[in-house]
């Protein structure tokens, strides 16, 4: 059983920067879809930025890209999410999760078996 525990969330101004992390327990030797989706109050769960842990390749929203890296070291099972020029539209929970199968739906919280409990992203203006 996968398990993921999320960290690095907290406060911050506009224009601010703060590195998620996601360490990961429980991992087959299956290879994974690694992603990072986020939740603010009354709104749908949307993915942030997702990378194969196999091939290295990565996915990211319109919205966060050129301002967010998703990242792995596999060496540690952990989960990056560096997020620079943060915005107050950034504010939401974080959440990471883990798919079985390819990234080719990688934006879509049901193409994910494993999910952690979330971390506070909050950015004031």
């Known amino acids: 059983q996968v398990q993921l525990v999320e960290s690095g969330g907290g406060s911050v101004q506009a224009g601010g920067s703060l590195r998620l992390a996601c360490a990961a327990s429980g991992y087959s030797d299956s290879t994974y879809c690694m992603g990072w989706f986020r939740q603010a109050p009354g709104k749908q769960r949307e993915g942030v930025a997702a990378?194969?842990?196999?091939?290295?390749?990565?996915y990211y929203a319109d919205s966060v890209q050129g301002r967010f890296t998703i990242s792995q070291d596999n060496a540690k099972n952990t989960l990056y999410l560096q997020m620079n020029s943060l915005k107050p539209e950034d504010t939401a929970m974080y959440y990471c999760?883990?798919?079985?199968?390819?990234?080719?739906?990688?934006?879509?919280?049901?193409?994910?078996?494993?999910w952690g409990q979330g971390t506070q992203v909050t950015v004031s203006s």
């Open positions: 999760a883990a798919s079985r199968w390819v990234c080719l739906k990688w934006s879509y919280p049901s193409a994910y078996n494993y």
């Open positions: 990378i194969h842990s196999g091939s290295g390749s990565t």
